[in-house]
C-alpha cells in the first residue's frame, strides 16, 4: 500500500513561485515512477511532469517546460514540484501519482488527495 499526501499549495500572484511536496509512505516507493497531474474546475484532470525511479529520466507537459521541475529525493521518500513564473492558467488542484512512467493518468495506482494553487493575475 502506498499513500500520497500534497502539501505547499496557495495562492500566489502571476510570476510567482511556489514548490508543491508530496511525502510517499510505502516501502516499495522508490520502485515508482512519479507524477503530478493538475485539474481545473470545469476542466479534465491534465498532466504535468513525471520522473521515474531513479529521478535521470522526467518528462513534462508542453505548457509547463521550462517553468516546473520535478524531482525527488528517495531518502526522505518525497517528491517535489518547483514551479516558477506561474501564470493564472495554472491554478488548478494539484495531484501526485505513483505508478508507470507516462503521461496517462491510467498508468498511475496511486493518487494523493490533492492541493489547490490559485495564481492571481
Known amino acids: 500500500q502506498v499513500q500520497l499526501v500534497e502539501s505547499g499549495g496557495g495562492l500566489v500572484q502571476a510570476g510567482g513561485s511556489l514548490r508543491l511536496t508530496c511525502a510517499i509512505s510505502?516501502?516499495?516507493?522508490?520502485?515508482?515512477?512519479m507524477g503530478w497531474f493538475r485539474q481545473a474546475p470545469g476542466k479534465e484532470r491534465e498532466f504535468v511532469a513525471a520522473?521515474?525511479?531513479?529521478?535521470?529520466?522526467?518528462y513534462y507537459a508542453d505548457s509547463v517546460k521550462g517553468r516546473f521541475t520535478i524531482s525527488r529525493d528517495n531518502a526522505k521518500n518525497t517528491v517535489y514540484l518547483q514551479m516558477n513564473v506561474l501564470k493564472p492558467e495554472d491554478t488548478a488542484d494539484y495531484y501526485c501519482?505513483?505508478?508507470?512512467?507516462?503521461?496517462?493518468?491510467?498508468?498511475?495506482?496511486?493518487w494523493g488527495q490533492g492541493t489547490q494553487v490559485t495564481v492571481s493575475s
Open positions: 520522473i521515474n525511479w531513479s529521478g535521470v529520466n522526467t
Open positions: 510505502g516501502r516499495t516507493y522508490s520502485t515508482y515512477s
Open positions: 501519482a505513483a505508478g508507470s512512467f507516462g503521461s496517462s493518468p491510467s498508468g498511475y495506482n496511486y
